[in-house]
Structures are given as C-alpha cells and as structure tokens.
C-alpha cells in the first residue's frame, strides 16, 4: 500500500562515530543527552524548520550502559520539547534505527504529525569487547539451547561466509575486498570511524575474530549519536530545498530467530529478498533503477550476501563484483558509500540511521568527495539476527 | 542409540535453565539420549522441544529419541568470545543437519583443519562436572 502522504527526509546530522563513551570512573564523562541534542539542533537547521513544527518523536531505546532511564521522555525534557502525535522509544535489535525511522514516516503518512524525528544515542564501547559479549551472546538464540555453546553475533556471520565458501568456491581474499572498498569509502567520510586506508595485504593480516573472518572483516564497537527529520511532503515543498521523498517500503520477518530449525538456504538471506521485492514493487522500480545502497552489512559476507538478496547483484556473484569495482564509489552500483559499519563504525542501535544521514547527503547531492553522480534513487536495509528479518525503504532525490 | 559421553573440564560456562518441561530433554541426555519433541497431529518435529507444535499450534506433542546423526552445513573457530567462555578459547561451533530434517547450532568437535562441510557428525554428551551439554563431533 503506497503512503497515504508523501513522506521525506529534510534534515539529518549525526556526530563521528567512535569511542567516545569514557569509563564510569573517569572525573568527566562524555554525556548521551549533550551528544543527542548537538544532533537535533543540527538536523534542525539542515531542515529549515523551526522547532514548534515537531509533532514527533520516535527515539531508538539505548543500550543498558546508559545509566538515564527513560531516556526518551528525558531527552524531550532536556529539549523542552513537547508533542502532540507521539513519543517512544523504539527496539529492534540491529533493526532499532530502522525502526524509529519507519516509525516516524508512519506519523507523518497517517497525517499525526506533519514533522517528525527519528532520532537516537548508542554509547557501548566503555564496556571491554569480551564483557559485551558476555550480554550480546544472549540474543544469538535460544538461551538454553543455543548460548551455552558460546555463539556471539559475529559467529552466525562467519558460518555464512564458510557456507558461501563452500558453495560458491569464493575465496576469504574475494570477500576481504569489501573491507578495502569501503575503507577507501570511509576515507571520504567525516563521519566514520576507520578512515584510514587499507590494502587486501592488511586486511588479511588482522588477528582472526570468527575464523574466516579477521578483525578487519567485522564490525568495530562504537558510540555514536543521530538525528533525522522527516516531514509532510508539502512542508518539504515550502522549504524550498533539495530533500529526499520515501518511495517504498518493505519488511519481512522469517519467523526464526537467528537460525531456523529447519534446514533453509541459510545465504539466500530470504527475508531481504522478501523485503526487498515489497519496497521494489511499491516504489515501482527495480533493482536496476537504483542507483546507490546503504546495507546494513557486519561483515563483508553479509554485504555480499544482501547484495545478492535483493538483486543488486547475480547470486553468487556479490564477491567477484566487488572486486571487479561494481560497488565501488563510480562502478555500477555503489554499496555502503559511507564506509559500512566495518569502516563508518558501527552503534548498532542507531546504524540505520547513519544510513539515512548518508542517504540525505547523497540524495541531496552534497556528499562531496564520495558523491554518487546523478544519484536519483536510493535504498535502505537493515537488519535483525542473521538477516531473520529486513526493512528496507527506497528514497528517491527531489529538488 | 545411545550416546557417547565425552568427560569435559570444569563447570559449564553458560548453564542452561530447565523447566519442567524442558528438564526431560536434559535428563535423557545425561543418561545418553538426545530426544525432541513430535507433534502427534501433523507429524513435525521441533527443536528446541516445545509443549506444542511450532508448525500447527496442536497441543499434544510427543517425546522422541533422534538417531543424533547429521551432516554439518557450517562451522567457525571463534577467537573473540565472551567473558564467560574465555577460558575455552579459541573453540569451533558449527551448524549440524540432523538426518530427521532438524537444523541444530552447537560446539563442533574432532576437526583440526578447514571447516568440515559436508562432513558427517555424531552428537555426544560432554559431561561437565555440573551437568550435561551436547556437542557435535565430526566423523573420521
């Protein structure tokens, strides 16, 4: 079903990611609300609008190191911002950002509020790695009959990269590519985290993580901090301004969580092909009209893997097309020009929304040294578990 | 058939909770059977075992011992792991195919080189000092 009102993105503004979480035992700390308000004030300005215009609120939940409870409503008082439409918090697992999104181009498409944010904080990375895991390994599947084996997130990854080995007969140097591809995207990026380059040599080098995978073929811990307006499509009209008009939107989940009991084709990824095909057919194009993608993507495999999915490349091909160029910056179909959450970082509940701040930037054709020429139609993905599910928007660029 | 039961060192890192549902399944395997549940109205199996059937919502379910045999689909040596499971690392877990048409996730175990798919695995009980897990291991 298309909106019942057309929906855009106008403003975005998000800080670096990176650590900037300090311990709890450091004389000053780097505060969750100071970083989050910087970001709304800008994603303000970006837009144009003033802040009486704001209906809604739809924040992502932050992580359990946040000390502040209720962070939303908190965030509203630090802001003194009322409104009128709604105020939540959303979770989704790696989906959150997504979410919130998807929550606040409900608002406005159901016509509650006529500006909306999505907005959010995810500060972790004053947690050591091997304690975060010791919380994280509680979502990779049953508690009882899945975590006492010690799965983390990355290991469904990995098992996906061994699969696509195995079937495929890619080798780990063809999938290490998307590492290089999208440091020399972040590189481009003041956003990101990793910006410094990095040859096929380095990455294979790394310690290993999740065999096959090494520590540059997975995703960093990071903080960071976002905000997006969206607005009515005729307020994004008044402004204006470039701004990026919704298109599509598709969502499916599988009904398993993180693996499926029943043998599937655990690589086909058919949540994404699934979500994909729904947001296609809504926006009424075709993967061949797209012409950049920001993928929720962990690990190198699963930026192949996805690629594959939702028609951005041949099955089985995903691998060979990046190491042919194909989704580099100037190839045939850029992937992940903000650097990934390999290399832009990766604060999981809010990396969706590092997706659409690159997705403004691109759509309104200010992304400087990594702007995709002519950009005109762009997508979104992200993802839950081992791509159990996938929600994906298609964005569109009107001047 | 019955199980071979492999002694392991220590406690379990991650004990698994037991209902008392569940605590069937975890007491057949400390006795050497790897059992899961059935629906009695279509036929499916489950895993993990449920009081009801995850296909067709029947309510009535039975109790079945697998032959605890399959073929492994996938694995990884994981080396950044969680605070809890430190000392056993590095360590490989793996995706077996249970001949029954049941996908399970679990520690893989007699491999020493690649990643063993496509190979054929036997499920064994590692008996910790504080109870039972299962375990794949991977086939001469």
């Known amino acids: 079903m298309a909106a019942m009102t057309g929906v855009a993105l106008v403003g975005a503004a998000a800080i670096p990611c990176g650590r900037i979480q300090r311990p709890r035992e450091a004389p000053i700390q780097t505060l969750e609300h100071e970083a989050l308000a910087g970001c709304v004030l800008a994603a303000m300005r970006d837009a144009g609008l003033p802040r009486e215009a704001i209906g809604a609120l739809v924040f992502t939940h932050p992580r359990p190191y946040t000390q502040q409870r209720y962070f939303g409503t908190f965030m509203a008082n630090y802001l003194r911002l009322p409104a009128q439409g709604v105020l939540m918090e959303v979770l989704g697992n790696g989906m959150t950002g997504g979410l919130a999104f998807d929550g606040a181009a409900q608002m406005i498409a159901s016509g509650r509020a006529d500006v909306a944010l999505a907005l959010g904080v995810n500060f972790e990375t004053a947690t050591p790695s091997p304690e975060h895991m010791n919380l994280i390994m509680r979502a990779t599947g049953d508690l009882d009959f899945h975590v006492p084996f010690g799965f983390t997130p990355l290991s469904w990854y990995a098992m996906d990269a061994v699969r696509y080995m195995h079937e495929h007969g890619a080798s780990r140097a063809e999938l290490a590519v998307v590492a290089v591809k999208n440091r020399r995207h972040a590189s481009l990026n003041p956003l990101a985290q990793f910006r410094k380059p990095v040859t096929l040599e380095e990455v294979l080098a790394q310690r290993p993580i999740v065999e096959p995978l090494g520590l540059y073929e997975v995703a960093p811990m990071s903080d960071g901090a976002a905000c997006l307006v969206l607005a009515r499509e005729e307020v994004a009209r008044s402004l204006g301004r470039p701004y990026a008009r919704l298109r599509g939107r598709g969502f499916y989940h599988e009904g398993a969580h993180q693996i499926s009991e029943l043998p599937n084709d655990m690589i086909a990824f058919d949540a994404a092909a699934r979500a994909a095909r729904a947001a296609y057919a809504e926006a009424e194009i075709g993967p061949q009209d797209v012409d950049l993608a920001e993928l929720y993507a962990p690990c190198t495999i699963v930026e192949v893997c996805v690629s594959e999915a939702i028609g951005l490349v041949a099955r089985g091909r995903g691998a060979q097309a990046a190491a042919a160029g194909e989704t580099a910056l100037g190839g045939r179909i850029p992937i992940n020009t903000s650097g990934g959450i390999i290399s832009r970082g990766h604060p999981p509940y809010i990396t969706p929304l590092y997706s659409f701040v690159e997705l403004a930037e691109q759509l309104r054709h200010r992304a400087g040294e990594r702007q995709v020429a002519g950009a005109e139609i762009a997508i979104a993905s992200c993802e839950l578990g081992n791509y159990n599910a996938a929600l994906i928007h298609v964005l569109e660029a009107r001047a | ?140």
């Open chain 2, 1 to 140: 058939m019955t199980l071979a039961i492999e002694k392991a060192a220590g406690r379990r890192p991650w004990p698994p909770r037991q209902s008392e549902f569940t605590r069937r399944f975890w007491s057949a395997l400390a006795e050497g059977r790897f059992t899961t549940t059935r629906c009695a109205a279509c036929g499916k199996l489950a895993f993990p075992p449920r009081p009801f059937c995850p296909h067709c919502w029947h309510e009535a379910i039975e109790w079945v011992e697998l032959r605890a045999t399959g073929t492994v689909y996938s694995s990884t040596v994981m080396h950044a792991v969680p605070a809890v499971f430190a000392h056993e690392a590095p360590y490989r877990v793996g995706i077996v195919d249970l001949d029954e048409g049941l996908r399970i996730a679990t520690r893989l175990l007699g491999v020493t080189e690649g990643f063993a798919v496509g190979r054929r695995a036997e499920i064994v009980v590692l008996a910790y000092e504080d109870g039972p897990l299962f375990a794949a291991r991977v086939l001469a």
